[in-house]
């Protein structure tokens, strides 16, 4: 299990959040009392949700102490956190809205899991979840093809990938599961600046449990390839780079008794 650093995921805070956003929207709870976001990271973007439904009891879980820590700082009267395993976690009681941002990707065969979070929403609740659907693009992909090569393999071998499906896929999970679901993807075009901005982007997400396997010698060699690798498949332009981002959204309403 990687270790993560807030600082370095939050970096790109804004473009990270949009995703986000876009996701809660299409949320139709009016007067939710109890809301989980299931893998809330930093904390941040959880704590917008007792802004959007202010008389709801908001949780946020995570697996990373760390990210926990930080999240503490967005803690309130209507508003906590806790660490937890998000592949184990069980509500006391059905909750009224469960989200989950950019999370699911990352908890191995997640699918298998969908029947019990909708088991963990009050019927007429709501289940809402994001992940990203760019594993197939360039930055992913150089990430792996590198992490296989003879250098640093030995290293790498082990590490098992984020995975994720077509909005098709969950949609028909969901509905099977006697769900109303709404289920999209968007592709953002994020326009990254500074030095090697992709770099800097993924490594607070999909390259860190990569980069956390290589000893010190190793993975500044590892850093110096990728980053020449990133440098060509996503060329600077004069007004900053673009990181294209295809994202899938669900949005699930639990079949009411």
């Given at each position: 299990?990687?270790?993560w650093?807030?600082?370095?995921?939050?970096?790109?805070?804004?473009?990270r959040?949009?995703?986000?956003?876009?996701?809660?929207?299409?949320?139709?709870?009016?007067?939710?009392?109890?809301?989980?976001?299931?893998?809330?990271?930093?904390?941040?973007?959880?704590?917008?949700?007792?802004?959007?439904?202010?008389?709801?009891?908001?949780?946020g879980?995570?697996s990373?102490?760390?990210?926990?820590?930080?999240?503490?700082?967005?803690?309130?009267?209507?508003?906590?956190?806790?660490?937890?395993?998000?592949?184990?976690?069980?509500?006391?009681?059905?909750?009224?809205?469960?989200?989950?941002n950019?999370?699911?990707?990352?908890?191995?065969?997640h699918?298998?899991?969908?029947?019990?979070?909708?088991?963990?929403?009050?019927?007429?609740?709501?289940?809402?979840?994001?992940?990203?659907?760019?594993?197939?693009?360039p930055?992913?992909?150089?990430?792996?093809?590198?992490?296989?090569?003879?250098?640093?393999?030995?290293?790498?071998?082990?590490?098992?990938?984020?995975?994720?499906?077509?909005?098709?896929?969950?949609?028909?999970?969901?509905?099977?599961?006697?769900?109303r679901?709404?289920?999209?993807?968007?592709?953002?075009?994020?326009?990254l600046?500074?030095?090697?901005?992709?770099?800097?982007?993924?490594?607070?997400?999909?390259?860190?449990?990569?980069?956390?396997?290589?000893?010190?010698?190793?993975?500044?060699?590892?850093?110096?390839?990728?980053?020449?690798?990133?440098?060509?498949?996503?060329?600077?332009?004069?007004?900053?780079?673009?990181?294209?981002?295809r994202?899938?959204?669900?949005?699930?309403?639990?079949?009411?008794?």
């Amino acid at each position: 299990m990687a270790d993560w650093d807030p600082a370095t995921y939050l970096q790109f805070a804004d473009e990270r959040s949009r995703p986000f956003f876009d996701l809660v929207a299409r949320i139709r709870s009016e007067s939710p009392r109890s809301v989980v976001d299931l893998g809330c990271g930093p904390g941040q973007l959880t704590a917008t949700l007792a802004q959007r439904w202010p008389a709801a009891a908001v949780e946020g879980i995570d697996s990373s102490p760390e990210m926990i820590r930080k999240a503490a700082d967005h803690a309130g009267p209507s508003v906590s956190f806790r660490v937890a395993d998000v592949a184990q976690w069980r509500p006391a009681q059905p909750v009224d809205v469960l989200v989950s941002n950019a999370t699911l990707q990352w908890v191995p065969r997640h699918r298998l899991l969908l029947p019990q979070l909708v088991a963990a929403v009050v019927p007429g609740g709501w289940f809402a979840f994001q992940v990203p659907g760019n594993f197939s693009e360039p930055s992913h992909r150089l990430l792996h093809d590198l992490a296989a090569d003879a250098r640093f393999r030995t290293h790498t071998a082990e590490l098992e990938a984020p995975a994720a499906f077509d909005a098709a896929t969950y949609l028909g999970d969901l509905s099977a599961l006697g769900c109303r679901v709404n289920a999209w993807e968007t592709t953002y075009l994020h326009v990254l600046t500074g030095p090697d901005p992709v770099f800097r982007w993924i490594s607070g997400t999909g390259a860190r449990p990569v980069l956390q396997a290589l000893p010190d010698d190793l993975r500044a060699e590892f850093e110096r390839d990728y980053k020449a690798a990133l440098a060509n498949a996503y060329p600077m332009q004069s007004f900053g780079t673009v990181l294209p981002f295809r994202r899938v959204f669900v949005v699930a309403q639990i079949e009411k008794d």
